[in-house]
């Protein structure tokens, strides 16, 4: 079973737009999320995150949103630029499970940022 | 301060072969965890190194077995290859073994099984 849902495979938008992506997940344990940002031939890098404590983190550009009671959060990247096309990967974390803690990732949405 | 680095870049094996995939991580990282990521899916969590031992391990039989040493290079090794292994594998540092802790990751190493 999908525990982080990201049910956007890919979405597009003009530069200077503001860009939405979305996660869901279903484990109720998790309480810290993470954004990784993906480009070709090359590993995932940290973008943003949030504790299940907050509602909202903000860093630049980037603001993440987390609704507790909906299992939601999102991302939002205002204003969008062309070199924010990448693949982006939503992740939980469960916390403290016998000795570590994984990282429990979505699928990944594919934005891409037209000039 | 080096990033973390993975080898080889692209690897083609048969069924039934081992495969083992190296990973250097950032300096001063005490911490190594593994992600198999198939096609059109996430990265899943293999396991985790912390201080050259096991910390945990995800969904993956024991045929997926991992090293880590003193100098921060780690190993993935992989027996009895099937099909399905194929996937591109990653491999994230951190200092620190929670999750939360930023996790740096290697830019991964396709592996095809025919």
């Known amino acids: 079973d999908q525990q982080v849902k990201q049910n956007s495979p890919s979405l597009s938008v003009q530069e200077g737009r503001i860009s939405i992506l979305n996660c869901d997940y279903t484990?109720?344990?998790?309480?810290?999320f993470l954004w990784y940002k993906k480009y070709p031939a090359e590993g995932p890098t940290f973008l943003i995150s949030?504790?299940?404590?907050?509602d909202k983190n903000e860093d630049g550009r980037f603001t993440v949103f987390l609704n507790k009671s909906a299992k939601h959060l999102s991302l939002h990247i205002v204003p969008s630029q062309p070199g924010d096309s990448a693949v982006y990967f939503c992740?939980?974390?469960?916390?403290?499970?016998?000795?570590?803690?994984?990282?429990?990732f979505g699928k990944g949405t594919k934005l891409t940022v037209n000039p | 301060e080096t990033g973390v680095t993975q080898s080889p870049t692209h690897l083609i094996k048969t069924r039934g072969q081992q495969v083992t995939l190296r990973c250097s991580s950032q300096?001063?990282?005490?911490?190594v965890s593994w992600y198999q990521q198939a096609l059109g899916q996430g990265p899943q969590f293999i396991f985790q190194?912390?201080?050259?031992?096991?910390?945990g391990r995800g969904n993956f039989p024991p045929r997926f077995s991992g090293l880590q040493f003193p100098n921060y290079s780690s190993e993935l090794n992989v027996n009895a290859l099937e099909l399905d292994d194929s996937a591109l594998y990653l491999c994230?540092?951190?200092?620190?073994?929670?999750?939360?802790?930023?996790?740096?990751f290697g830019p991964g190493t396709r592996l095809t099984v025919l």
């Open positions: 994230a540092s951190s200092l620190g073994g929670r999750a939360a802790d930023t996790q740096y």
């Open positions: 484990n109720s344990m998790f309480d810290y």
């Open positions: 949030i504790s299940s404590i907050k």
């Open positions: 992740a939980a974390t469960p916390g403290y499970q016998g000795g570590s803690e994984k990282l429990v």
């Open positions: 300096s001063g990282h005490n911490t």
């Open positions: 190194y912390y201080r050259e031992e096991e910390n």
